[in-house]
């Protein structure tokens, strides 16, 4: 989960339902933003490009924010930097059953870190985003399988 739901987090659904598939691990994934301003709208084209430079389309994707069925309808919400971590723990409903954590957290030597926003950033920094949502989409279909 990221803040908008048009950048990081549809990079890491698409690096990790790839992983998973590779793997041939059956897993749902789905992204969503803290906040709603962006809602219904398709990944920013950046975001597109440097999927599709990996043979990933997700130009069906659409933003979405975070509902309270999320919390009991996935076994893992994964944020992106510490203040969305943040605001998905103050948004979890009493009877949430989610792990919530830091995407990151799953990546060996990168536990606490932030995925970059590249909003304001260039290819370069979409780039770096793909390489980094790619090694937590292995990590965890590895977890997963073990």
């Known amino acids: 989960m990221c803040l908008g739901n048009i950048c990081r987090s549809p990079l890491a659904?698409?690096?990790?339902?790839?992983?998973?598939?590779?793997?041939?691990?059956?897993?749902?994934?789905?992204?969503?933003?803290?906040?709603?301003?962006?809602?219904?709208?398709?990944?920013?084209?950046?975001?597109r490009a440097v999927a599709l430079r990996h043979g990933i389309d997700i130009s069906g994707l659409r933003a979405r924010a975070v509902r309270d069925a999320d919390f009991t309808g996935f076994d893992y919400i994964l944020a992106l930097d510490p203040q969305n971590l943040r605001d998905l723990r103050a948004m979890a409903p009493a009877r949430s059953s989610a792990r919530i954590a830091l995407l990151m957290d799953h990546v060996p030597g990168r536990a606490g870190q932030a995925v970059h926003d590249p909003y304001y950033g260039g290819d370069a920094d979409f780039d770096?985003?793909?390489?980094q949502v790619r090694a937590a989409a292995d990590a965890l279909v590895a977890m997963l399988q073990r």
């Not at 770096?128 to 390489?131: G, H, I, T, Y």
């Open 128 to 131: 770096a985003v793909w390489d």
């Open 13 to 47: 659904e698409a690096a990790f339902r790839d992983a998973a598939a590779r793997a041939g691990l059956e897993a749902v994934a789905d992204s969503a933003g803290t906040g709603g301003w962006h809602a219904g709208h398709a990944p920013d084209p950046r975001s």
